[in-house]
């Protein structure tokens, strides 16, 4: 008899700590429902729509549910929509390297030559000032600078260095590449910036002391440890070149063409499903892209 009541509290304390050990796992679950109730509403459904809206058949008026394949038919079967993604993917090239080279350089710079927490902070606000302005503002603002009788071309004159104006700079995919690059940059500066920071500056002295010059440290040290936050400064810069259809449209004077701007006239035009479809392409064209790029670099650290 005295056994069995001395089980029962051991019993008892058992049963609480297994309620115990489930409490904060419903307490998590309970905590992350938010979140997904925000995500499958704003994110997984909208993308749900859309998949669905690709397969409806439609014409001049209006959209027909039903289910076809036509619509991916025109738009993996057209060269006309394969040169449209490959201009894109160049664009997307482009805008990267310059934006990663740039980006680079100018976090390397507040992070490593400015000694002071205050004037790091300082010269990174000054940084994102041009950036409080809408895109379409600074991306217009180039058109003076850069047309025939623009700001370049008249200080090229009258120098003499040229005899008459350079037509390229304006409505090519020069003025297109730079002002993506404009708009984008501070996208790859942010995340690089953030990351140079985390870096524990005994590590630099350390192999500076074993004799490493400038650029060892840069190439074996320093550019290391910077590969996450030039891992999601890269996530940032490629969805929103890929996105990106007004700058696409204004600084190449309609000469040239994206998947956005494809996809934005064919909107325009009420062929929606066409539209859908060239949107799960760029979707999970895009989604390839970042997968390769998380499968090279881990950027767990970073989150």
Known sequence: ???????????????????????????SYLQATPLTLILGGFLLLPVLMITVVSFWDYD????????????????????????????????AFMVWVITLFVGFWVAYFLAFHIRTSAMQMVLFLVCTVPFLTSNIIRMISWIPVLGRNGLV????????????????????DFAVVLAMVHLYTLFMVTPIFNTLMRVDKSLVEAARDAGASSWQILTNVILPLAK?????????????????????????????????LM?????????????????????????????????????RKEL
Do not use: C
């Open 228 to 260: 996450p936050g030039m891992a999601i400064g890269t996530i940032f810069v490629v969805t929103l070149v890929m996105a990106d259809f007004s700058t696409v449209q204004v600084m190449s004077g309609g000469q040239s063409a994206s998947v956005a």
């Open 153 to 172: 071309n008249s200080t090229l004159i009258s120098s003499r260095l040229i005899s008459e104006p350079i037509e390229w700079l304006l409505y090519s």
């Open 1 to 27: 008899m005295a056994t069995i009541t001395s089980s029962e509290p051991v019993k008892g304390q058992a049963i609480k700590a297994k309620r115990f050990h489930l409490l904060p796992a419903s307490i």
């Open 263 to 299: 996809m934005k006239n064919q909107m325009s035009l009420l062929q929606y499903p066409a539209a859908a479809a060239n949107a799960v392409v760029l979707l999970v064209l895009v989604l390839l892209m970042v997968a390769g790029i998380l499968r090279i670099v881990d950027i």
């Open 60 to 91: 001049f008026a209006q959209m027909y549910p039903d289910f076809v394949t036509f619509n991916y038919t025109e738009t993996l079967g057209s060269w006309v929509t394969w040169k449209t993604y490959l201009n894109t993917l160049k664009y």
